[in-house]
């Protein structure tokens, strides 16, 4: 049988963006692998005087503002900050003009946890100060497909858009997707990738109360990620978002 005109159809990356623990950017990011650079560190978004794990992989020296103004950023979550951040520089990166087939380019990002950062917080002005003051902006920026929404209304991608939620999968699923997508024909490009912003109390208290993290090497960060380790004991939470076109 002869084969047919989807089986034949290439799908490339043509735009890479990234915002890592390790740097802002692709090539900073690429450089600090090279180097052999740690993204491992204390964990300064949260108090953690009284968790058992306190190393995380942080993006340092992140502002939001240098990526959309200060009215947007109060309504989104971190983890679509970070995501809105990675797929600039992707379609940047790639130099695709979106608005020429905005109908045929769509966004799907990856997000297994979504805007935890937000619950908590929401979460204590509920249980201090009342439901009435909880902010209407809660849900749409604590679900998790807000990372593939925002980017498609700031890029004005109007193609498919959603998002895939497998765990720590979550990125490389929406990828693998999108790639299918494009294969059978409802979209010609797609941004796609994964993003995530976990680290907080309830997300380390959480991870930790499952056995999962890392503790024994708070004084020594550096060293707490060594999975394949006999001296192993957990992972280590960390944050960032890289996207493709």
């Given amino acids: 049988?002869?084969?047919?005109?989807?089986?034949?159809?290439?799908?490339?990356?043509?735009g890479i963006g990234m915002v890592t623990p390790v740097g802002i950017g692709r090539?900073?990011?690429?450089?600090?692998?090279?180097?052999?650079?740690?993204?491992?560190?204390?964990?300064?978004?949260?108090?953690?005087?009284d968790l058992a794990s306190r190393v995380a992989g942080e993006v340092t020296d992140f502002d939001p503002l240098d990526f959309i103004d200060r009215k947007q950023a109060r309504r989104m979550d971190r983890f679509t900050q970070l995501a809105l951040a990675a797929s600039g520089e992707a379609i940047e990166h790639a130099g695709i003009d979106i608005g020429?087939?905005?109908d045929e380019i769509g966004c799907m990002i990856g997000c297994g946890i979504g805007g935890i950062q937000t619950l908590e917080e929401?979460?204590?002005?509920?249980?201090?100060?009342?439901?009435?003051?909880?902010?209407?902006?809660?849900?749409p920026a604590f679900i998790s497909d807000m990372a593939?929404?925002?980017?498609?209304?700031?890029?004005?991608?109007?193609?498919?858009?959603?998002?895939?939620?497998?765990?720590?999968?979550?990125?490389?699923?929406?990828?693998?997707?999108?790639?299918?997508?494009i294969k059978r024909g409802d979209a010609v490009a797609m941004i796609t990738g994964g993003a995530e912003a976990g680290v907080s109390r309830m997300g380390l208290a959480s991870f930790h109360a499952s056995r999962a993290l890392s503790t024994s090497y708070n004084d020594d960060p550096?060293?707490?990620?060594?999975?394949?380790?006999?001296?192993?004991?957990?992972?280590?939470?960390?944050?960032g978002a890289a996207t493709l076109i």
């Fill in 122 to 139: 929401q979460f204590k002005i509920l249980f201090e100060r009342g439901p009435s003051r909880i902010s209407p902006f809660l849900v």
């Fill in 148 to 181: 593939a929404g925002q980017v498609s209304i700031r890029y004005g991608a109007r193609g498919p858009s959603y998002n895939t939620v497998s765990a720590c999968a979550s990125g490389a699923d929406a990828i693998g997707t999108s790639f299918e997508v």
């Fill in 222 to 239: 550096e060293h707490a990620t060594r999975p394949f380790d006999v001296d192993r004991d957990g992972f280590v939470l960390a944050e």
């Fill in 27 to 49: 090539e900073t990011t690429w450089a600090a692998l090279l180097n052999g650079e740690n993204g491992i560190g204390p964990v300064t978004l949260c108090d953690t005087t």
């Fill in 100 to 102: 020429a087939r905005a």
């Fill in 1 to 14: 049988m002869a084969a047919s005109a989807q089986t034949e159809r290439r799908v490339v990356i043509t």
